[in-house]
């Protein structure tokens, strides 16, 4: 008995430092989360070329310099252009001046905008509260946007789950819950400033 529970025992810690050490879409496919059957409408599913190499990474162009919510530069744009597994540190928002920002007592949309592009990707909250919006974001640790929140004009979810834009930005994992599709994103890819008003700055 006594050796069952050590070799049970053995087996449940080795399985958790497998999850630790996966990757984020390693882990998917253990658990089978992110299947492309998942991506039924309103989502829209994208091809593997989006993310093909181009003259920045994945993308055309670096992350803006003016990041909202002082994220930081050089892990926005390691984790947009440069990477498709991995996240920033889970709790990251919370540390940025998003939260000061936002009224949440208001409950007013707040729209968020591709890190390299400046093209709109999400609104939230839509179809819920301000405090929903948070306490499923912080329970997971990353922004937590829902279907009827993602501006699939320009949103993409690969077969694995990996959620990008069409610009070839990494933003993160679909992973459904029993409410269903639960895109949870990184700040520093959706934290650019609207895309006219960063053209603009370009010019001057």
């Given at each position: 008995?006594?050796?069952?529970?050590?070799?049970?025992?053995?087996?449940?810690?080795?399985?958790s430092f497998l999850i630790v050490a996966c990757s984020v879409s390693q882990?998917?496919?253990?658990?089978?989360?992110?299947?492309?059957?998942?991506?039924?409408?309103?989502c829209?599913?994208?091809?593997?070329?989006?993310?093909?190499?181009?003259?920045h990474g994945?993308?055309?162009t670096p992350v803006?310099?003016?990041l909202r919510w002082d994220c930081d530069w050089n892990t926005s744009d390691r984790i947009c252009n440069y990477n498709r597994h991995y996240a920033?540190?889970?709790?990251?928002?919370?540390?940025?001046?998003?939260?000061?920002s936002v009224d949440t007592a208001a409950n007013e949309p707040v729209a968020f905008y591709d890190s390299n592009s400046g093209r709109k990707l999400f609104t939230s909250p839509v179809d819920r509260t301000?405090?929903?919006?948070?306490?499923?974001?912080r329970n997971h640790g990353w922004p937590s946007f829902r279907d009827s929140e993602v501006n699939w004009d320009y949103v993409r979810v690969l077969p694995n789950g990996e959620t990008v834009s069409i610009d070839?930005?990494?933003l993160g994992h679909n992973l459904p819950d029993r409410k269903g599709n639960r895109y949870c994103i990184n700040l520093v890819s959706i934290a650019g400033n609207p895309a006219e008003r960063f053209h603009r700055r370009n010019k001057k």
């Open positions: 008995m006594t050796r069952t529970m050590s070799t049970t025992m053995m087996k449940l810690v080795s399985l882990t998917h496919a253990l658990f089978g989360f992110g299947d492309a059957e998942n991506c039924v409408a309103p829209v599913p994208g091809e593997e070329s989006i993310m093909a190499q181009k003259e994945s993308s055309h803006q310099q003016d920033e540190r889970a709790g990251y928002w919370e540390t940025t001046e998003f939260l000061p301000w405090q929903d919006f948070l306490a499923e974001s070839g930005t990494h």
